[in-house]
């Protein structure tokens, strides 16, 4: 009850937040969202094989609760706008305050509402999807333990915490990654999903030192108060604090060169890659950068560190786009487009456009997660997850293919769909920033935007050719997936087709007021008007790339011949290896740590370190040697021995005393009397 | 008032006590020559609650309470005794000697 109370503690006030609401009740209950999924996740955990179900309900529940809770969030925060901040203290070290907090304002409640709502649909989709697996529960405890990370991560109103769900968030995607450990690629893929985010985690630990020793707190109100005040302490060190940080965002959201790991994570069960793709896991890079984002966008701060990010986020979106075009597994194919969807929104935060960068984070998550799930829906028919065993599925399964081409086309940008809208306000915002500070670079960009846009399409009208049209090559009678998939997928398609409108550049700006609803300015520039013309280049670059690959593969898909058609010479090896990037990984990095390096470790260890401790040892036994033969036994014992027996003998001659007699012993007790009697009146 | 007498008489007692407690075999004269010390007290304490004019009379009450506790400890000791008697035909105290070694 003394935790309750503590929770329910005051709101902190802060001068600025005057004209927003904190929320009220809602606000303050807020620490729910990420304890009530990690709470029901060891309900799974202890109960959830007796449950009839299997656990599956209490997943669905937690992500019910959230998604109920976000959306209640969403609504009151379009009516409103609220920013609240609880914390409580945990532990006190030194001056730093390590806090448990939940931070409810315009930017996690989009967050929570996202995680929710796709979260909810993929659960509900994942019942259908592991039907039958040897790991049912325990992979729904790990999944709901997934959500509960991401939630933990955005709910936070501090760095450390934020670490803590960053972990968290990892090493469930460790356990789910590796869910079919049977294979030992799967457990490969895992290691290195780890591995890679842990390289870059380092970024980030050096972020979080950095800022907390020069600002002395790690709360994301006092970091940004720092910033707004223009603290010249931080404003020196910020340059490279916000590097760092940025590298654990490329990390998280794997963005060039930490990209290798994501298309690896396709070995996963699909709802896990939809999930991970759509609303937990990759989005935290991004999420971490907008949480911070006036540390980037504040003049004398780390601007410069977004020519840097909007560099990376271009490499990506254009180079892990074409990769997607030469990819036969149609998981790798969504993937390497989720790592193209995750350079726009890099590209849109270094181009200073935080509304445009996380629209497009809320737009994507809503499309790649159908995307995902409808993936998965073949698969689950065709037992398969390479295109060439796929086609003419179009017939066979008329609600996946419906949804898949929402989701597909909103991916594309074709008006009017999420994507469409999203995608152009980051082109619109990378064009404001050529004409200010990007300079050329950002007209760069710009065109390599543009470039990627019509690749989107391209890859996406061969996904959908060689997936559902043509003749069926695979084995078996592929079928429509039972409702319990079936439903997620139109719900997540309705989104799709509408989630743009939340935002439309000087009609509707709701989704840029939401946002915008945080303790401190932004700074950022949004677009008042829809830029007719760049829209009109965004939407007939996609279009052309649809017609071109309706071109190319159309005729293919329903001739059977020649199901790649995309064999440029130079370029084509180039992609398929991915760019050599693994080979020169695994070559330049893992070869030397897996050979010299480990061989002259294990040489130091067996020499250097096991012969400073067996030295250290001998000497221990030599000298212990001595005080045993000399000290213990000579001169310890032998005390110990006069006392044991000078005891033993004068106890053998006393017990003669001891007669039985009670009369001689009252004449004792009279006689001792006596004596303290007669001791007394001497003595005083 | 003069004390000294009441403490000589005391003493008297006491001693007797003493010597009956040390050198009686039998139990039930025992136990009569711890009742003669405890009379020996009551004594002491009723000729000094007289000689010190305690408002509250405490010598007085307090040898009230010795001869309650006396007569609860006899009547426990002649029970002892009977017993004893019962099991073993005879009350002499140099007969009892389990307390030993």
Redesign the interface.
């Known amino acids: 009850m003394v935790m309750l109370a503590a929770l329910l503690g005051a709101p902190l006030a802060s001068p600025e937040t005057a004209h927003l609401s904190d929320g009220g009740v809602l606000a303050q209950w807020a620490w729910l969202i990420p304890v009530v999924p990690l709470v029901l996740m060891f309900g799974i955990v202890f109960f959830g094989k007796r449950l009839p179900a299997g656990g599956w309900e209490l997943a669905e529940a937690a992500m019910l609760f959230v998604a109920v809770y976000g959306v209640a969030l969403l609504i009151m925060n379009a009516s409103e706008g609220i920013t609240y901040e609880g914390s409580i203290e945990i532990a006190r070290i030194g001056s730093y305050v390590i806090e448990w907090g939940w931070v409810v304002d315009g930017l996690s409640i989009m967050m929570y509402a996202v995680v929710g709502v796709v979260g909810l649909a993929v659960f509900t989709y994942a019942k259908g999807y592991m039907k039958g697996d040897v790991r049912f529960t325990w992979f729904f405890a790990a999944f709901t333990m997934f959500a509960g990370a991401m939630l933990v991560l955005v709910s936070s109103a501090n760095l450390i915490q934020l670490i803590v769900g960053w972990e968290l968030v990892g090493l469930a995607s460790y356990l789910l990654i590796g869910h079919y450990w049977e294979d030992h690629a799967n457990n490969a893929a895992a290691t290195k999903a780890f591995l890679v985010n842990k390289i870059a985690d380092v970024g980030l630990f050096i972020g979080v030192i950095i800022i907390a020793v020069t600002v002395g707190s790690f709360r994301f109100t006092d970091i940004l108060n720092a910033v707004a005040e223009g603290d010249s302490a931080l404003a020196q060190v910020a340059f490279w604090a916000g590097l760092a940080l940025f590298i654990g965002a490329m990390g998280k959201s794997a963005q060039f060169p930490f990209h290798v790991w994501l298309p690896d994570a396709m070995a996963g069960p699909t709802p896990v890659s939809s999930l991970m793709h759509a609303a937990t896991m990759v989005t935290a890079g991004v999420y971490l950068v907008g949480r911070m984002f006036p540390l980037y966008q504040t003049a004398g701060f780390a601007v410069d560190v977004k020519a840097i990010m909007i560099v990376v986020g271009a490499l990506t979106l254009f180079l892990t786009g074409l990769i997607a075009l030469v990819q036969d597994d149609i998981k790798k194919v969504l993937a390497y487009s989720t790592l193209s969807q995750l350079g726009y929104m890099t590209a849109a935060m270094g181009a200073g456009a935080y509304t445009a960068g996380l629209f497009h984070l809320f737009t994507h998550a809503f499309f790649k997660g159908l995307l995902f799930l409808c993936a998965g829906s073949v698969i689950h028919a065709v037992h398969s997850n390479n295109m060439s065993d796929m086609g003419g599925l179009r017939k066979l399964m008329p609600w996946t293919y419906r949804t898949f081409l929402v989701g597909s086309l909103a991916l594309a940008g074709i008006f009017p769909l999420a994507g469409f809208w999203s995608k152009d306000e980051i082109l619109a915002s990378i064009s404001f920033d050529s004409g200010h500070d990007g300079g050329t670079i950002a007209t760069v960009v710009l065109v390599a935007a543009i470039a990627g846009a019509f690749v989107t399409a391209f890859y996406m009208a061969r996904a959908v050719y060689l997936t559902f049209f043509g003749e069926y090559k695979g084995h078996g009678h592929p079928h429509e997936s039972p409702r319990v998939m079936t439903y997620p997928l139109i719900g997540l398609g309705v989104l799709s087709a509408v989630a743009g409108f939340a935002n439309v550049p000087g009609v509707f700006t709701g989704f840029t007021e939401w946002l915008a609803a945080r303790p401190v300015a932004m700074g950022d520039h949004h677009a008042e008007a829809i830029n007719f013309g760049l829209a009109g280049i965004g939407l007939a670059v996609a279009l052309l790339g649809v017609v071109a690959g309706t071109r190319l593969w159309k005729r293919d898909a329903a001739t059977q011949q020649a199901r790649d058609t995309f064999r440029i010479p130079v370029l084509y090896p180039l992609l398929a290896n991915k760019y050599y990037i693994d080979d020169l990984y695994l070559k330049g990095v893992v070869g030397p740590i897996k050979g010299p390096i480990a061989r002259f470790t294990n040489w130091t260890n067996t020499y250097l370190i096991d012969g400073f401790v067996n030295a250290f040892a001998a000497v221990s036994v030599f000298l212990s040697r001595i005080v045993y033969h000399g000290l213990d036994q000579r001169g310890i014992d032998l005390a110990f021995n006069a006392v044991s027996s000078a005891t033993g003998e004068a106890g053998d001659a006393l017990?003669y005393t001891?007669?039985?007699?009670?009369?001689d012993?009252?004449?004792a007790l009279?006689a001792g009397a006596v004596l303290l009697v007669v001791g007394f009146l001497i003595f005083t | 008032m003069i004390v000294n007498q009441f403490l000589v008489l005391a003493a008297l007692l006491f001693s007797i006590g003493i010597y009956g407690v040390l050198v009686r075999r039998n139990a039930v004269l025992v136990l009569l020559s711890i009742e003669l010390m405890l009379t020996a007290v009551n004594i002491n304490l009723v000729a000094f609650g007289q000689y010190v004019q305690d408002a509250l009379l405490s010598g007085q009450v307090f040898a009230l309470f010795v001869i309650t506790v006396a007569a609860a400890e006899v009547g426990i000791g002649l029970a002892i005794v009977v017993l004893i008697f019962r099991n073993r035909s005879s009350a002499n105290v140099d007969e009892l000697d389990l307390l030993k070694w």
């Open positions: 017990r001891t007669s039985g007699k009670i009369q012993y009252a004449a009279f």
